[in-house]
Every structure is written in C-alpha cells, then in structure tokens.
C-alpha cells in the first residue's frame, strides 16, 4: 500500500434504531527529511547520470545512461563539487549503461543493460582496468527473454547479479558460469529470486509521461543498486526510496530474497534519482539526472549523501541499551499488523454487519409500531386485545398472567386467564416475530426485490439478469 492509511475513525451501533458507521480517515506519513544536496554536475557530459561510485580518498565516478547516443563507454571521474576531472574509456559501443561498481582490484564494471523496449538478445558488462586502461566485454542472456534493468550489484565474489525494473516486482538474475569476455552468444544467467516493493508517499522522481499521471509508480521501480565495500550490506533503490538489507558471508541474493525485511531511507525531493552508492563513511551517496519538469522547470543532475536508516527495533535497542521494542499505539498496531488491504476488508465486513443491523432495527421500529396502531384501533372498537377475553367485565380484566386488576399480588395461577408473551424490552412486541404487511416498502430490502424489477443482490451489488453481476467494487457489465 500507498503512504496513505485507512483507519475506523468510529463504529456506533444503537439498538432502538440500529445503525453502523464506518468512517475512513487518512493519516498521511511525516514528510521524511531531505538527504543533504553535496553538489550538482553542470557539465553535460554528465547531465544524465546513472551510475555512480564513490571513491576511497573523496570524489566520485559516474555514468551516462544510453539515452544520449554513445560510440564508447566513458566513466567520468569527478571532484568533490562535482567538477570533472578526467575519465576512464571502453572503445566499445555500448546499447544502455545504466549502473556502475568498483572492486577491490580497481575493476570498473559498466553495467550495460538498459532495455527500455524490451528487444534486446543479450545484455552486457564493460570492464575497464583503471591501472592500465585495458577493457573487455561480457554478454549474457536471460533465461526467459528480454527484460530492462537498471541495477546492478556485485558481491565480494565478483559474480555480478542484475536487477529488473519491473513495476513493482523486481527479479534477480545471476550468471551460472565464470565470466566469458567476447561471447557473442552470452554467458547463461538464471533467475535467483525476485522482491516486491510497496509503493509510498515519498515525492520525487518523474510524475507523468507524455500528460499520463504516474502517481506512485515511480516508488515501486528499482533504478539502482549497490554492495558496501566491506561486502556486509547491499541496497536497491526506486525512484523515491532506498532499501538496505543486511548480508551474511557476502552472499547478497540470500539477504535479498529472504525472509528479513530491508530498511526504508526515503530520498525525498530527488527529480529522477537513478544511481546509488556507499560512502567511505557508511551514507548513501545518489545521483540524480538533470531533469525538466511537467511546468518546465529545469534543475541539473545533482549528488545527495543521507544517513541510512536503521531497523526499529536496532533504533529502540540503542535508545535505551536493551532488546525492547518500539511501543506502538493500538491503532499503528493494527495497521502495521493488518496493512492497507486487510484494513480495507475489515471495513466491507463491518459495512455489511452494520447495514444488517439496521435493517433488523429497521424491522424492529416498524412492528412495534403496527403493534401499536392494532391495539389502539382494537381498544377504540371494544374489542378484547392480548390477554383479555370477551366475557370479563369492565374494571376485571385479567393482565395476561392471571390476575385482575383489582387483585392483590398472590403467586401466579395459570388457569386464570391465558398466558401473555413476556415483553422483550422495546415496548411493542418480540423482536423476532415476524410481520407480514403487503404495503410493507421494506419487507424485501436489501435483498430481494427491488421495486418490483426481479433484482437480486447483496448490500454492495449483485446480479441483474439485465446487466451482469457486480461485486463490493464493481463487476463485469453484459453489455
């Protein structure tokens, strides 16, 4: 779910006139704080960064995604106002660099496998040996087809894992063999796993293509990645948001696709943030394209450092030097317990109770009050009514248990007079005795008839032999 939750503001049920209300209310998440703008690359050869390393003794390395057309692969090295400074080249012809690592050999590892139209037969890694400039190119083809991705993560063993950019859900594909340099054909990946990412209310990244509303689509794709230098962490990011997990024994597929779950650090504010890196220093460093906005406001590609979050329950333990968790009220812990969609569900549920409640309520007020309206019209007639018989006298009527009026209490003899129906608390009548009135509008509702068309149903749609079915949010029209 989006940032914003549905919470049951209040549920009131009165019996006499039974009705339920259910009141949604949304609570929207605090603003999250801005990362910490370091400097912004006004050069363009650089105004559409992608990928990006920072480097030991200060400064940074960086990409061009493929959308500028490109003969050879260049990797910019940049100061720390994000000046350029010089760079590292491949003469090779890339399609869609879109990432970009380092290892400890001082390894350059380009990632080029952008595939925004989903065409290509293989994708594949330039790597540049930064000491002597020589480079080299490994393909690779996916198991199932083509796919577009935009992160890339290595782990200490050097066996780099690509990352999709589904809508969503984002699948890891890993190569099944050593690295082959010049095969055409490309070296095997296999799908090791795949993530889902939630959407949030983090603002940023891109809010419309071509007029078309993206809401928040941009939360949910993963645009980069990488692995600290220590091996012992790993992050994905979308467009708004970055996720962190923990690693074990350098084998980041197994934290990845696990079952612990990553640690949130919005990137709030960032225009269309694509690249992401650690800092000598443990921070996020990002990067984000130039970018032209909906209104035409234009703001250059720019660097970003944030401190990353930490676990609740790590954050809990260094306030107060133990295990506790995080106290929570009872309403977080029913969202955080239920999510959105649960919530949502129970709210139909309680919908539904409610509604029949009022319908009995409803049942309930209108025999009452025909009870009423017979026993008037019977008392003004003379006529005997519940518990009185036609031969007692004015003055002696029997009240329905045996006694007369004039009586003094003594136990109850049944054989004095009929025995009346004890009251059920509404003064008017039992509450489950049915009631037959031809003029009755709401006999049949909200389940049967409706004005006399042969509808059928239940409280949030149903089926009309004319129209089709419909459900809770609407249905198929047989139109």
């Known amino acids: 779910m989006t940032g914003i939750t549905s919470r049951t503001a209040a549920i009131g049920i009165i019996v006499g006139v039974i009705a339920a209300a259910v009141v949604p209310t949304a609570a929207v998440a605090e603003e999250p704080e801005p990362g910490e703008q370091l400097c912004e690359i006004v050069d363009e050869r650089l105004s559409e960064l992608s990928g990006l390393v920072a480097l030991p003794e200060g400064g940074y390395l960086g990409i061009n995604d493929g959308s500028i057309n490109q003969t050879a692969v260049d990797v910019f090295q940049l100061d720390e106002s994000c000046g350029i400074t010089g760079s590292y080249h491949s003469p090779i012809e890339p399609w869609d660099p879109e990432d970009l690592a380092m290892d400890d050999a001082g390894l350059l590892w380009v990632a080029d496998i952008g595939d925004n139209q989903a065409e290509r037969s293989t994708v594949a890694i330039?790597?540049?040996?930064?000491?002597?400039?020589?480079?080299?190119?490994?393909?690779?083809?996916?198991?199932?087809?083509?796919?577009?991705?935009?992160?890339?993560?290595?782990?200490?063993?050097?066996?780099?894992?690509?990352?999709?950019?589904?809508v969503g859900e984002a699948t890891l594909y890993r190569a099944t063999a050593p690295l082959d340099p010049n095969n055409p054909d490309g070296g095997r990946l296999e799908n090791v796993?795949?993530?889902?990412?939630?959407?949030?209310?983090?603002?940023?990244?891109?809010?419309?293509?071509?007029?078309?509303?993206?809401?928040?689509?941009?939360?949910?794709?993963?645009?980069?990645?990488?692995?600290?230098?220590?091996g012992d962490r790993a992050v994905l990011r979308t467009y708004t948001d970055a996720y962190e997990w923990e690693v074990e024994d350098g084998d980041v597929v197994a934290a990845i696709t696990g079952d612990a779950e990553p640690v949130r650090t919005p990137l709030p504010g960032?225009?269309?943030?694509?690249?992401?890196?650690?800092?000598?220093?443990?921070?996020?460093?990002?990067?984000?394209?130039?970018?032209?906005?909906?209104?035409?406001?234009?703001?250059?590609?720019?660097?970003?450092?944030?401190?990353?979050?930490?676990?609740?329950?790590?954050?809990?333990?260094?306030?107060?030097?133990?295990?506790?968790?995080?106290?929570?009220?009872?309403?977080?812990?029913?969202?955080?317990?239920?999510?959105?969609?649960?919530?949502?569900?129970?709210?139909?549920?309680?919908?539904?109770?409610?509604?029949?409640?009022?319908?009995?309520?409803?049942?309930?007020?209108?025999?009452?009050?025909?009870?009423?309206?017979?026993?008037?019209?019977?008392?003004?007639?003379?006529?005997?009514?519940?518990?009185?018989?036609?031969?007692?006298?004015?003055?002696?009527?029997?009240?329905?248990?045996?006694?007369?009026?004039?009586?003094?209490?003594?136990?109850?003899?049944?054989?004095?007079?009929?025995?009346?129906?004890?009251?059920?608390?509404?003064?008017?009548?039992?509450?489950?005795?049915?009631?037959?009135?031809?003029?009755?509008?709401?006999?049949?509702?909200?389940?049967?008839?409706?004005?006399?068309?042969?509808?059928?149903?239940?409280?949030?749609g149903g089926r009309d032999d004319r129209d089709g079915d419909g459900t809770v949010y609407g249905g198929r029209r047989n139109r």
């Open 193 to 230: 796993g795949s993530i889902t990412i939630e959407p949030t209310d983090t603002p940023g990244g891109p809010d419309q293509v071509n007029g078309i509303p993206l809401a928040d689509v941009p939360s949910v794709m993963i645009t980069g990645g990488a692995v600290s230098p220590e």
């Open 270 to 460: 960032e225009p269309q943030g694509e690249a992401i890196t650690y800092g000598p220093d443990g921070t996020f460093i990002t990067g984000s394209e130039s970018f032209t906005s909906a209104d035409g406001q234009f703001s250059n590609a720019a660097l970003w450092r944030y401190e990353p979050a930490v676990a609740a329950s790590d954050a809990e333990e260094d306030a107060t030097g133990d295990d506790a968790g995080p106290e929570t009220g009872f309403v977080d812990f029913v969202i955080d317990t239920l999510g959105v969609n649960g919530i949502l569900w129970v709210i139909a549920l309680i919908g539904v109770v409610g509604l029949a409640m009022f319908s009995v309520g409803l049942r309930v007020i209108l025999r009452t009050r025909a009870n009423r309206r017979a026993a008037a019209e019977a008392k003004e007639a003379g006529s005997p009514v519940d518990g009185e018989t036609a031969d007692d006298p004015p003055g002696d009527r029997h009240d329905g248990y045996g006694y007369a009026d004039d009586d003094p209490p003594a136990p109850r003899d049944d054989s004095h007079g009929p025995r009346a129906r004890p009251d059920d608390g509404l003064s008017g009548g039992r509450l489950f005795e049915p009631v037959r009135r031809d003029d009755d509008d709401f006999r049949d509702w909200p389940y049967g008839r409706h004005n006399g068309e042969g509808r059928t149903g239940t409280v949030y």
């Open 126 to 166: 330039h790597r540049i040996d930064t000491q002597t400039g020589v480079s080299a190119i490994y393909r690779f083809a996916y198991p199932d087809g083509a796919h577009d991705a935009e992160a890339m993560l290595l782990p200490p063993d050097g066996v780099p894992v690509f990352v999709t950019k589904g």
